[in-house]
């Protein structure tokens, strides 16, 4: 299992990395076909909008598959993507704007009266996933070799090494506090808090080097997936 969502409608949907996408129908997973894509795909995230629309992004683009499960769009470089291959979820913001991660940018796409979307680029050359918005509304990006990005009312921020952060993130996760914590590729964590960020973890061990999760339990202990267990 490579991805996996559970919509507003409680509905499972899973995908396997090269084998497509699969909704849970009773006790049982059926493939959920996508004709719009005719070669063979891989599926990397599956989220949804407020709308109740679902996001599939795969390497082929990004599908759009409105609420009663109908296939109504398939976004790509040709229709204004940054790039074909979706890394990040689409996350919406509070305006109903849509954001999502490619491995040459980040796309944003607002919905026109008339139907469909204008969709705006931006940190060109970046590859960009796992999109987070934090309690404030900032959105969160980490990039691959450019820092973690912050967007703030259309302004956007980026931190590097000279503000005390590893240029190579994976994974980002709001605590039970409201701080975000973003995980590195060389096994460290930071935290942002007082407007600024903070190296309160480094792993040692290279053998579970990599943070690709983080999460937190009820007893405020905070869990890492890593590239290795």
Same mark, same amino acid.
């Given at each position: 299992?490579?991805?996996?969502?559970?919509?507003?409608?409680?509905?499972? %949907?899973?995908?396997?990395?090269?084998?497509?996408?699969? @909704?849970?129908?009773?006790?049982?997973?059926?493939?959920?076909?996508?004709?719009?894509?005719?070669?063979?795909?891989?599926?990397?995230?599956?989220?949804?909008?407020?709308?109740? /629309?679902?996001? @599939?992004?795969?390497?082929?683009?990004?599908?759009?598959?409105?609420? /009663?499960?109908?296939?109504?769009?398939?976004?790509?470089?040709?229709?204004?993507?940054?790039?074909?291959?979706?890394?990040?979820?689409?996350?919406?913001?509070?305006?109903?704007?849509? %954001?999502?991660?490619?491995?040459?940018?980040?796309?944003?796409? @607002?919905?026109?009266?008339?139907?469909?979307?204008?969709?705006? /680029?931006?940190?060109?050359?970046?590859?960009?996933?796992?999109?987070?918005?934090?309690?404030?509304?900032?959105? %969160?990006?980490?990039?691959?070799?450019?820092? $973690?990005?912050?967007?703030?009312?259309?302004?956007?921020?980026?931190?590097?090494?000279?503000?005390? #952060?590893?240029?190579?993130? /994976?994974? $980002?996760? @709001?605590?039970?506090?409201?701080?975000?914590?973003?995980?590195?590729?060389?096994?460290?964590?930071?935290?942002?808090?007082?407007?600024?960020?903070?190296?309160?973890?480094?792993?040692?061990?290279?053998? #579970?080097?990599?943070?690709?999760?983080?999460?937190?339990?009820?007893?405020?202990? $905070? %869990?890492?997936?890593?590239?290795?267990?």
């Amino acid at each position: 299992i490579y991805s996996s969502h559970l919509d507003s409608k409680g509905t499972l %949907w899973v995908s396997g990395y090269q084998d497509g996408l699969f @909704v849970k129908r009773g006790n049982r997973f059926k493939k959920f076909p996508i004709p719009l894509i005719s070669k063979t795909y891989a599926v990397y995230e599956i989220s949804s909008d407020p709308a109740g /629309n679902l996001w @599939v992004g795969t390497n082929r683009g990004l599908v759009e598959i409105d609420k /009663n499960e109908h296939i109504a769009r398939l976004h790509t470089i040709e229709t204004g993507l940054s790039d074909t291959l979706i890394l990040g979820p689409t996350v919406s913001d509070s305006q109903g704007h849509l %954001w999502v991660g490619t491995s040459m940018g980040l796309s944003r796409l @607002v919905p026109k009266s008339s139907g469909g979307y204008s969709i705006s /680029n931006y940190i060109p050359q970046a590859t960009c996933a796992g999109l987070l918005f934090d309690r404030e509304g900032n959105l %969160w990006i980490p990039s691959i070799g450019k820092g $973690l990005i912050r967007v703030r009312e259309q302004t956007f921020r980026t931190y590097t090494e000279e503000h005390g #952060v590893n240029m190579y993130f /994976n994974a $980002l996760y @709001v605590d039970h506090d409201g701080q975000l914590i973003a995980g590195s590729a060389i096994g460290q964590l930071h935290r942002f808090r007082e407007h600024r960020f903070d190296r309160f973890l480094k792993i040692d061990n290279t053998a #579970v080097m990599g943070i690709t999760a983080i999460a937190q339990d009820q007893n405020r202990v $905070l %869990w890492l997936g890593t590239l290795y267990g």
